[in-house]
């Protein structure tokens, strides 16, 4: 392999794994705006939106458009708690980008690389799935409408595209890690006077 083929290659996964963690501004989820009777401070018409920081911190999701946000006497819970498994991916990436630059030997960083932005993934589809089912349960509680016939909760809980790509750059660190340790393995030495005679 050439040198600037290795050198692009050693800065592919904490470039990588950073994009990820910037991926944590985009929407991770939303409550759509045909929710029936609106969703938390969104009126009907209003979708809410949870960034991947929204879930990390508990912060207060946006509404769109800004018109859809309810008066204060009129607005419901939409908070949600701090989720740990949100926060836990973050700490996940920064710890994989630190030994991606740090770590000299390259079989022995692949395979860290690799295991961290693993478990990093499996941690966030795990936090995807308790936010999408904590909406779902928040949206059944606030209804004022009965749902329209063939849909059910679920329907107006949607992923959003910063989980996606987030997930998408994790499995790439991933694979291509654990494709370059694999590469990396030792090889069985040839001993001399093996051969029968």
């Known amino acids: 392999m050439s040198p600037i083929l290795r050198r692009a290659g050693r800065w592919f996964s ?20 045909d929710t029936p009777g609106g969703y938390g401070r969104a009126a009907p018409g209003g979708t809410t939106t949870y960034t991947g920081f929204d879930l990390v911190v508990g912060g ?13 006497a009129q607005r419901l819970d939409d908070r949600l708690w701090p989720q740990p498994a949100a926060a836990a991916v973050l700490v996940l990436i ?4 630190a030994l991606a630059l740090r770590m000299g030997e390259p079989r022995l960083r692949r395979a860290s690389v690799a295991a961290l932005a693993g478990v990093a ?10 936010v ?3 909406l779902a349960v928040r949206v059944g509680e606030q209804l004022t409408q009965p749902l329209p016939a063939g849909k059910v909760i679920r329907d107006y809980v949607q992923t959003g595209s910063g989980f ?5 750059l994790l499995l790439l660190v991933t694979v291509l890690n654990g494709i370059g340790w694999w590469r990396a393995r030792p090889r069985a030495a040839l ?4 051969s029968s005679p």
């Open 14 to 33: 904490p470039t990588t794994l950073i994009l990820a963690g910037l991926c944590f501004a985009l929407p991770f989820v939303s409550v759509a705006c």
């Open 60 to 72: 207060q999701p946006d509404v769109a458009p800004p018109d859809k946000v309810r008066p204060p």
């Open 94 to 97: 920064v710890a994989g980008t």
């Open 121 to 130: 993934a499996t941690a966030l589809l795990v936090n995807q799935a308790l």
């Open 132 to 134: 999408e089912a904590e």
């Open 164 to 168: 996606g790509l987030s997930l998408l």
């Open 191 to 194: 001993v001399a006077g093996e």
